[in-house]
């Protein structure tokens, strides 16, 4: 992932950390500054405290990836944003348990966090370690290191609450729609939630305008309503894709071109047909795939008169025509490729691209009556297979 560094790695997921982390590390040391403890010390005191913070923010999105880890999910990383932590996972359970028990479990970390910090400051309270009980108000308002363990406590219960405001896409977002999808279709769940997160939003946005030196909770209120319809979108993408297959969809009469053809070749079909991915066939077998990239990149790097077999992909993902355009949708987006060979008993037959895929999304969210439904007579559909 551009711009961001690998920290750690922790079962499997790693953990890494954007560089406009930085400016919330300069911003908390800025903010400290002469609080409290003065001048560097203070400063010290913001580091200390942010990194500390975001330490519970990485337990906090461990707790959804290891629980998604256990019910097959794969993730991919974790991410460090001076707005907080996000994981990428390859999919979200389906199962309403699943993304029910994954859910919580972010909030329910910061919440056993707060309870160990409370027990600890409870201990250090009774030997005076903390100071007067009845001047901890006053204290918190002049932050020192005696005081940190309460912020960090305060801060996680804060963190468990917050993000169990049934605001979706975040987590009691998410514990909404699993609750809902327990008594109805998954996709007419995310709908309501989906709503539900946005009008949330529109309230945060509008106490944003209201309130003097609220700034942050529109930003938080822009990343609600937009994640949310992004996140509705995709789970609607998923239900039509996961209805099609790929002989649906895939590309009619491309052209494939041979390992000894030269690049200046591919160029004319590209120019004459706006083919941009070829399927590489030598004696009747599928020898490799020619992408858009690896064309230009080739173009780049040795010229137009180069053979097709230097600059062509040996080893790429393939599909079938009966598998659905969910499933070759996600086998693109782990290779990063964007054009799939077909293949029916292990004979090439068809390409599938991602600007099909997209132009039957589109299609099919138009009217569904546009594509034969699967296990109909697939000579209708004009690829021969």
């Avoid at 169990?164 to 007419?188: C, E, N, T």
């Avoid at 609220?214 to 979108?233: K, N």
Wanted: proline content about 5%; glycine content about 10%; aromatic content about 8%.
């Amino acid at each position: 992932m551009g711009w961001s560094v690998r920290i750690a790695r922790i079962r499997g997921i790693d953990i890494r950390l954007h560089i406009t982390f930085l400016f919330i590390v300069a911003l908390f040391a800025f903010q400290y500054w002469g609080m409290g403890a003065r001048g560097w010390q203070g400063a010290l005191f913001g580091i200390v405290y942010v990194l500390l913070l975001f330490a519970c923010i990485v337990l906090h999105e461990l707790g959804h990836s290891l629980v998604a880890q256990r019910f097959g999910v794969q993730v991919r990383d974790i991410t460090l944003w001076p707005i907080g932590g996000v994981a990428q996972m390859e999919d979200i359970p389906r199962q309403p348990s699943q993304e029910l028990f994954m859910s919580i479990a972010g909030p329910a970390v910061n919440f056993i966090i707060a309870g160990v910090l409370g027990m600890v400051a409870a201990s250090l309270l009774a030997v005076g370690a903390l100071g007067d009980i009845v001047r901890l108000p006053q204290l918190m308002r002049q932050p020192t290191w005696q005081t940190l363990l309460l912020y960090l406590l305060s801060t996680n219960l804060v963190l468990g609450l917050f993000n169990l405001i049934p605001a979706f896409p975040m987590d009691g977002g998410r514990v909404l729609r699993a609750l809902l999808a327990m008594a109805m279709p998954y996709i007419q769940a995310t709908r309501i939630a989906v709503a539900v997160g946005q009008g949330i939003a529109l309230i945060f946005g509008l106490a944003g305008l209201l309130i003097p030196g609220q700034f942050t909770l529109m930003l938080i209120a822009l990343f609600i309503f937009f994640g949310a319809g992004q996140e509705g979108q995709a789970v609607a993408a998923r239900e039509l894709l996961g209805d099609l297959r790929v002989y649906q969809a895939a590309s009619r009469n491309t052209l494939p071109v041979s390992p000894t053809d030269r690049l200046s070749h591919v160029v004319d079909l590209t120019l004459n047909t706006h083919q941009a991915d070829f399927m590489v066939i030598e004696g009747g077998r599928l020898a490799g795939v020619l992408s858009r990239a690896a064309v230009l990149d080739g173009l780049r790097r040795y010229g137009p008169e180069v053979a097709v077999a230097q600059v062509m992909c040996p080893d790429y993902p393939t599909v079938t025509p009966d598998e659905t355009l969910l499933s070759a949708q996600q086998k693109m987006s782990k290779a990063a490729c964007q054009a799939l060979p077909v293949l029916e008993k292990g004979q090439p037959v068809a390409l599938l691209t991602l600007a099909d895929i997209n132009e039957a999304y589109t299609l099919m969210a138009i009217n569904p009556q546009v594509f034969a439904r699967p296990g109909q007579d697939r000579s209708r559909t004009g690829l021969g297979l």
